[in-house]
């Protein structure tokens, strides 16, 4: 898997009007002055995503889905399936996002069901993960990281490992406008292939993409894009600006 990646959270934003128009800008955009080696992943809600991926040049630009469920499929009123998701030409699933265990309680054992599914049904997981404030302030921050990949993550097979990506995504710097320094980021990322190579071998940790996340702008993210373990950022709130996301995937 290329290790250069932008992926474009845009959660629950747009309307459907809205979503194929910021799909169509990134598109043409990137036309204009695309990186090249860089892997691009528009992150629509839902019930956008076909839509999304109907109006962007798929060769160039990926889809994914912010969440799916936990069950493969039934009597589960309002989920979504890997399947259902892989069905629409994503190719990308979030899982874990810190807003996503902090609103609706996902735990360990929900992410791993999930994991598993998206594995299944051939999309690439984007593993979230990343401590509170009160946790960083009590310098719990690398306690915390291995234990949200410890039951989850750490817990794969070999082959399974090498098709997904890590995001580390700091909760106290989503949507804050605070980002991690690049130093900050960047321990938290060499302790993260550490964990990595100590499970299951340097080579496929060097393999394994890690994202930042947090506050990423056109402003800091060629930093952060600099630092060794920094393989690309998972953008929110930026992501919902043409532009500015152009303007990050061309920081590299
Ligand atoms: P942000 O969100 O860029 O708005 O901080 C990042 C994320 O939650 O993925």
């Not at 695309?34 to 080696?37: A, F, Q, V």
């Not at 069950?71 to 309002?78: I, L, M, N, P």
């Given at each position: 898997m290329n290790r250069k990646i932008v992926a474009g959270n845009w959660k629950m934003n747009t309307l459907l009007e809205s979503a194929i128009r910021l799909a169509g800008d990134v598109d043409s955009l990137l036309a204009e002055r695309?990186?090249?080696?860089v892997t691009v992943i528009l992150i629509p809600p839902f019930p956008f995503i076909h839509n999304v991926a109907d109006v962007i040049d798929r060769t160039k630009i990926k889809v994914g889905a912010q969440n799916c469920a936990s069950?493969?499929?039934?009597?589960?009123?309002?989920e979504v399936s890997a399947a259902m998701i892989e069905s629409t030409g994503a190719e990308y699933v979030i899982i874990g996002h810190s807003e996503r265990r902090q609103?609706?309680?996902?735990n360990d054992e929900i992410l791993s069901k999930k994991l598993k599914l998206v594995l299944e049904n051939d999309l690439i997981p984007i593993f979230c993960i990343g401590e509170k404030l009160e946790e960083r302030e009590a310098g719990k921050q690398f306690e915390v990281v291995e234990n949200q990949l410890k039951n989850t993550i750490l817990s794969l097979n070999k082959d399974d490992v090498k098709k997904l990506v890590i995001a580390y995504e700091p909760v106290w710097a989503i949507g804050t406008g605070k980002t991690a320094t690049p130093e900050q980021a960047q321990e938290i990322h060499a302790h993260i292939r550490k964990l990595l190579g100590n499970k299951f071998g340097t080579d496929i940790a060097n393999q394994i993409p890690v994202l930042y996340g947090g506050s990423v702008k056109p402003g800091n993210a060629k930093e952060l894009f600099?630092?060794?373990?920094?393989?690309g950022g998972l953008i929110g709130?930026?992501?919902?600006k043409a532009n500015d996301f152009v303007d990050i995937i061309n920081s590299f």
């Open positions: 695309n990186p090249g080696d069950e493969a499929e039934g009597a589960y009123t309002g609103y609706f309680g996902e600099a630092q060794p373990d920094i393989d709130g930026a992501s919902l």
